[in-house]
């Protein structure tokens, strides 16, 4: 499965971006999705998934009630609406595609496949 993210820029501190990543495989909504990212010199960290078995959402705490993540799965694609953008939210976020059990959904590790990652900046 090959995945295309797209969507980042440069926005200012309190405006809104949505990230979108394209899957080339029918296989897509078997998966559970999931967005990440990595600042400079940060390891990458968790964002936010839709779980395959149930279609619960999660999120990491630094995001949650500003970050939306969603599925079409009849259009293979994932997206990521950021709201309330702040600074310390750039980074090069990264889609992913993975059947991590549920409680691990947050493991970069247990992903399968990973987009190329697109670069979010927002300025204060």
């Known amino acids: 499965v090959q995945l295309q993210a797209s969507g980042g820029g440069l926005v200012q501190a309190g405006g809104s971006l949505r990230l979108s990543c394209a899957a080339s495989d029918r296989t897509f909504s078997s998966y559970t999705v999931a967005w990440f990212r990595q600042a400079p010199g940060k390891e990458r960290e968790f964002v936010a998934a839709i779980i395959r078995n149930n279609g619960r959402t999660k999120y990491a705490d630094s995001v949650k009630g500003r970050f939306t993540i969603s599925r079409d799965n009849a259009k293979n694609t994932m997206y990521l609406q950021m709201n309330s953008l702040k600074p310390e939210d750039t980074a090069v976020y990264y889609c992913?595609?993975?059947?991590?059990?549920?409680?691990?959904?947050?493991?970069?590790?247990?992903?399968?496949?990973w987009g190329q990652g697109t670069l979010v900046t927002v300025s204060s």
């Open positions: 992913a595609l993975g059947r991590p059990v549920y409680s691990a959904y947050d493991q970069t590790g247990l992903y399968y496949y």
